[in-house]
């Protein structure tokens, strides 16, 4: 890399954190409601963790004081840990209406010893059905770990402590739907979805387990609010090629992406024949990175 290149992508970091503020974690008390299961949702240790639970009652969930369009999304988690069987932790970005946009990470539950599905979906315009699943290189209810949501106009892409798993690329040109026009919300659940989550419902909830907890620190958005009115200054500078998001992928990245999608990866839509016999979405086609 050039000297002038060196300089443009130091330019443009510091674009970004003047657009989009620190790159610390935030207070979940300043950034979050907690929006449903009464007392199984809670924030404790001075705003800097949050939990959430299900029970047989209820399950909880929360939600981001406020939209987001564009930018990237940082939150630690440490899964429903033993015989999670049943249930979904779910950590998505997501608008409202039946036209909403929304891009998922969900947590399907396992028996005690058995891995973990990362699923992932992208919504446009209401529409979804572009689901690929992971298996993780590492339990996810041991530690925290950070998954990671980088919304751009051009590209999303899905991270797990940093290594790209996914990207879903602006196929607009095809026709396809791609959400950059509807500010979307954080939002999180732990619920019981043991007629499909498991085994495709064959395993059920055991509920002498509860209650089922899930954690969350580290939460960072490097993006642009709604209520900040930078999205503006962010939509002129990406048009023009002078601001580049923090984590775009490098071959090294690439080469990551490559590496978890050879290993891990148990479904993907686009290469899903009987569903879809007489050809793929028009998107598969330009799917690689």
Known sequence: MGRSSSLTTVVAAIL????????????????????????????FNGGTMLSLSLDRVSGSGFKSKKEY???RIDMQLKLVA??????????????????????????????????????TNVFAQGKGDREQQFYLWFDPTKNFHTYSIVW???????????????VFNNAERLGVPFPKSQPMRIYS?????????????????DWSKAPFTAYYRGFNAAACTVSSGCYPKF?????????????????????????????????????????????FPPECKRSRV
């Open 82 to 119: 033993g015989n999670s069987a049943g249930t979904v932790t779910a950590y998505y970005l997501s608008s409202q209406g039946a036209t909403h946009d929304e891009i998922d990470f969900e947590f399907l539950g396992n028996e005690t010893g058995k891995p973990y599905v990362l699923h």
């Open 69 to 71: 369009l564009f930018g």
């Open 235 to 279: 939509k002129s500078s990406l048009g023009d090629g002078k601001l580049q998001v923090a984590s775009e992928l490098n071959a090294y990245g690439r080469r990551r992406l490559r590496w978890v999608q050879k290993y891990f990866m148990i479904y993907n839509y686009c290469s899903d024949l009987k569903r879809f016999p007489r050809g």
């Open 16 to 43: 970004l954190v003047t657009l989009v503020g620190s790159a610390y974690a935030s207070n979940f008390f300043d950034e979050f409601d907690l929006t449903w299961g009464d007392h199984r949702g809670k924030i």
């Open 152 to 166: 751009r106009p051009q590209h999303i892409i899905f991270l797990v402590d940093n290594l790209p798993i996914r």
């Open 189 to 205: 659940s732990l619920w019981n979805a043991d007629d499909w989550a498991t085994r495709g419902g064959l395993v059920k909830t």
